[in-house]
C-alpha cells in the first residue's frame, strides 16, 4: 500500500493553521497514523486510527479522513511543533509511510 | 520502552545481530516490529514478528537475508542481519504504533 503525503515541506509561522494530507493507494478504512520526528530522535506518534489523539498529545494536534484520504491538522504551530511529520498504515502488516513534511 | 543495541560498522557481504529489549509492559502479549531509516530518508518498515511467533513477515529488500526471532523469558527482539549491502546503512528501531525504541546505527561500508 503506497502513501502519497503533501507538501513534502512547508514553511510556516508560529501561530498558523497547518494542514497537511496524505492519500493511500487503496482505501484503509481508519487504518492511518501520524507521527513527528525530530532530528536524530525516533518518531513519536501524535493521532492514531486517523482521527484519535494519543495520550499526552496536545490538542491542538487532530486527525481526520478515511478510506484513501486523510488529513494532519495543527491549528495554531508552536516553536516545538517545527519537525518532520509522517503518515503510516497499519491497515497491512507491512507498514508503509509517506514521505514525510518537513515543517520550517 | 524499547531499548535497541548491537549496530555499528558492517562490512558488506557481512554479518550483524541487533537486540531490542522492552521493559515496563507484559512484553510477550505484543506483535513488535523492525523499523529502520536510512539518512535523510523515511522509516521503512523491515519485518514483523507476532507475539508467540507464529507469525513473521519481511520486507522484499530484506527477504532472505534478514531474520527476525524473539525470546519473551527475556523480553528481547533480535535481528540477524546477514550478506548486508551498503542499502542497509541505517537506524535500526524496534516498534509498535505507539512506543519506538531509540534506535541503533548499522553502517554497511568497506
Known amino acids: 500500500i503506497q502513501m502519497t503525503q503533501s507538501p513534502s515541506s512547508l514553511s510556516a509561522s508560529v501561530g498558523d493553521r497547518l494542514t497537511i494530507t496524505c492519500r493511500a493507494s487503496?482505501?484503509?478504512?481508519?487504518?492511518v497514523n501520524w507521527y513527528q520526528q525530530k532530528p536524530g530522535k525516533a518518531p513519536k506518534l501524535l493521532i492514531y486510527?486517523?482521527?484519535n489523539l494519543q495520550t499526552g498529545v496536545p490538542s491542538r494536534f487532530s486527525g481526520s479522513g478515511s478510506g484513501t484520504d486523510f488529513t494532519l491538522t495543527i491549528s495554531s504551530l508552536q516553536p516545538e511543533d517545527f519537525a518532520t511529520y509522517y503518515c503510516?498504515?497499519?491497515?497491512?502488516?507491512?507498514?508503509?509511510f509517506g514521505q514525510g513534511t518537513k515543517v520550517e | 520502552k524499547f531499548v535497541e543495541s548491537g549496530g555499528g560498522l558492517v562490512q558488506p557481504g557481512g554479518s550483524q545481530r541487533l537486540s531490542c529489549e522492552g521493559s515496563?509492559?507484559?512484553?510477550?502479549?505484543?506483535?513488535i516490529n523492525w523499523v529502520r531509516q536510512a539518512p535523510g530518508k523515511g522509516p521503512e518498515w523491515v519485518a514483523y514478528?507476532?507475539?508467540?511467533?507464529?507469525?513473521?513477515y519481511y520486507a522484499d529488500s530484506v527477504k532472505g537475508r534478514f531474520i527476525i526471532s524473539r525470546d519473551n523469558s527475556k523480553n528481547s527482539l533480535y535481528l540477524q542481519m546477514n550478506n548486508v549491502r551498503s542499502e542497509d546503512t541505517a537506524v535500526y528501531y524496534c516498534?509498535?504504533?505507539?512506543?519506538w525504541g531509540q534506535g541503533t546505527m548499522v553502517t554497511v561500508s568497506s
Open positions: 516498534a509498535t504504533l505507539g512506543v
Open positions: 515496563g509492559f507484559e512484553f510477550s502479549n505484543y506483535n
Open positions: 514478528i507476532s507475539s508467540r511467533t507464529n507469525s513473521i
Open positions: 487503496q482505501s484503509i478504512d481508519t487504518s
Open positions: 486510527a486517523a482521527s
Open positions: 503510516h498504515q497499519s491497515f497491512s502488516i507491512s507498514w508503509t
